[in-house]
Each structure stands twice: as structure tokens, then as C-alpha cells.
């Protein structure tokens, strides 16, 4: 078995941790770092804060074999990630030749002055020294990585073409594949010891149960998730819990449950 | 000024890190918080690994006033959170006598058997040594609190209902207040500049800075968001916004854009 390797992920702003904004890249970002075989182990949502940012890069870049920043990389006073993140590696914050020739051309031809390349754009080709771009095709803007920190932007769009760039850039193992069985009417309760023996004999897969509650006219039931890089491995194991839901009377269906 | 109690959000299972499930329970909790007066300052999400649970709940408990947990409360094998908690706390995981003898005598009268209350739901029942319950109206199995930690139920409904009863057993200081001006067509790095300065004259708010794209025919811009526990800054500091997009040939508007 070959190991997966792991990643982490900060969502980097206050407007996440004040229920402004709704996140929508840690799932994104999940699904594909599993296709990739890397395995997304913890995220974590911290403030625009300098000693926060500075304190948890160094302390999760030493814990995960990736880190993944999401926000905080535009040219605004509260985007502050790229001089963290220098911090952080304790290397000068400096103008990026590739980045700023680039967004200098862009804004000079866009606006038709020079003024238009401002100091708080200038801000977004200031990156830590060694960083390489993340190029992506939406925004003039890149990211860059550092050591085995990626900085993606915020806004979904641009945080999803960003990720496009890196992702081949990332050595990963074999992709963790997934398979759902789903039994509506089934309690967690009747089935929790079934499954416990199931998971005990099959220690290499990481087996999940998800409750739910009024699914599109299905009603309540239960989903049995099992996670791993081995595909016999998934069969087999999802083949017990089939036969286990039968035994309490439920005819398992393949996937997921329709939407609330 | 009075001081502004901090939180700490543990978002538990391995289904938001590997992006099956979509967090909804951040969102909810940090507004909640905020109209309680308490800042969540912090979020993370981990997986249902003991150790990683164990030693994340000791190291936040220490440096926020109050630690929230949502997930890994119900029957099975992957919802280890009370057991965790004890292990954290040093404690024993025990029968909780009020909780024991009230899902006792649901489950019977409801299947009629004995045997309907099971090992598995028995869990639900145990918890640390010292836990108050925190009920709710939807769920027989209740949250708990021991020290500052407070355990809650993953699925959004359950959760909400918990939050309610605990909200007013959490101390608060005054409400964090918010206002929002947005300026359509404007783009951030041309009012980057003058809201520096504004942030910089209102140093005791949060001046957050948000662009956004293609909202509901409205198309792009930025929306500019104050927060503070201080009505009077807020109304100051944005009136100079207001000021700053109107320099800029763009009208301000009072709230967010529309839904993309």
C-alpha cells in the first residue's frame, strides 16, 4: 500500500469566522486532493490576524506534507496572507518581476495610465522571496507556492482555477475512492454494532454513517460511506454492509440521498 | 469598552474533510455568537481520530473562553467525540443517570422491547464525569458541557435546537453590531487606499473588504463591511466610506449584493 499524503488547509478571514460569508472551497478542494491521492486531513479558519497566520503556517507546515491557504491575497488592507506567509518563512516580502511586468502591463493598457498599476495593486505582485506563480485564467492576479505552502485566492472561481494550475505540480498517491449505500428507514441505532464489526474487519478503510432527515420525499434513513485506496478492499466490505442492512429489512440503494 | 468573551468552533468528521459533507454549522454558530457578544475567533475541522480530537481540545480550551463541538455524538463506532472529551478532561465516560433513564424509557415505549435500547444507543447516554446535559426539542439524546466545552450534535436541525438552550447559559459582552455598504461596479484596488485610512482612524473596528461577481444582474463590485460593538464608530467610519465610493463616481447602497 503505497501512503497517501497529507494536507492541510487554512481559510484565511474574518468574514468566514463572523458567519458573513458561507465557505465554499474546503469541499471543492477535499474532493480534489482525494482524486489526486492526497488526503485532506484538517482545515482550519483563522482571522486576519498577523501572529495567528504567522503562528499556524509554522506550526501545520511541519505537520502535513501540504498546506493549502484559501483568502486574503487581494490589494486591500485587510489582505495580509502574502506578508504573513513571508513572515513565516522569514524571507523578504518583495516585488515578484514575473507577477508585477505582468499586472503592470495589464492595468497600464486597461486604464491608460500609468496610475492605474496603484500601490494597492502593486500590493498583489509582492510575494515572498522563491515563491513560484500559480497562474490561473480568470484573474490577472496569481498565487504562488512556497516551500510546501500553496496560496490560492478567496473568491471560488478564481481559488478553482488556481487549483487547476497546482494540482498536477503535487505528487500524490493512489486516489482515495468512495463508495455510498444508503438504506431509507434505517436507524443508526440498529445498525451501529453491525458495522462496527464490519469497519474491525476491514482496518485499512475508513467506514462512515450519516443520518438524515426528509430527503427529497425519501424521508429519514441512513448512509453508509466507505473510503480507501483499495477497491477489493471497498467491495467486500460494502457487500457486508449491504447483506447487513437486508438483515434489519432494508433493501440498500447505491449513492447518496436526494438533496433536503 | 467591555471585553469581548472569544470562541472556539471543532467541526468533527472525517465527511467534511473529505468534502462529502458541506459544513452548516459554522455560519449559524458564528452569528449566533455574535448577537450574543462572542467573537468566534477560531475554527477547525478534524477528523475521528482520538489523539488528533484529544489534543486539539485540550490545546483550544486553554486559549479561547468558550469551545464549541459539533458532530461525532450519535450511535456508531465513528462517533467517538464524549469519549474523546473524557480522555481530554481526564474523567471517566460514564452513565449520565438523567440521560440514561429518559432514553430508556423512549426507546422502549417506543419498540416495545428492552432490547431496543442497545449498546449502541446506550453511548448516547454515556459521557464525562461532571457533563451537564443540554437538551433540545428535537433529538431524545442530548449535548453536554463540561468546563468550557461544549458538545453539540452535527446535524444542522439537532445542532440549532442545542445552540438555543445553551446561548443563555454562555456569558456575553455587548452585541458585535455590523453594517454593510456596497458600490456596484467599483473595483478594490481603487478604494484600497482610502479605506486604509479609514480602518487606520477606527482602530477598535473590523473593516472588512469584499469583491464579488456577477451577482443577480447586478454585476461585479465590492461590498465594504464594518463590525464593532460600537454604534457610533460604525456610523462614523462608514459615513467616510460612503464618501470614499461616491469620490469614485459609484453610490453607495445600504446591505449586500444579491445571491449569485
Known sequence: MTATPTACLLIIGNEVLSGRTQDANLAHIARKLGERGIALRE??????VPETIIGTVNEVRQKFAHVLTTGGIGPTHDDITSECIAAAFGVPWEKQPEAWARMEAFYVQRDGTAEAFNAARQRMATMPRGATLIDNAISIAPGFTIGNVHVLAGVPRIMQAMLETLLPRLGGGPPILSRTLTGYGLMEGAIAAGLEEVQKAFPGLDLGSYPFYGRGGRGNGVSI????????????????????????????????????
Do not use: F
Open 225 to 260: 460511506v466507505a473510503k480507501g485506496t483499495e477497491a477489493a478492499a471497498i467491495e467486500a466490505a460494502m457487500a457486508r454492509v449491504a447483506t447487513l442492512m437486508q438483515s434489519l429489512g432494508v433493501e440498500p440503494e447505491e449513492g447518496e440521498p436526494p438533496p433536503a
Open 43 to 48: 482545515a482550519r479558519v483563522i482571522p486576519d
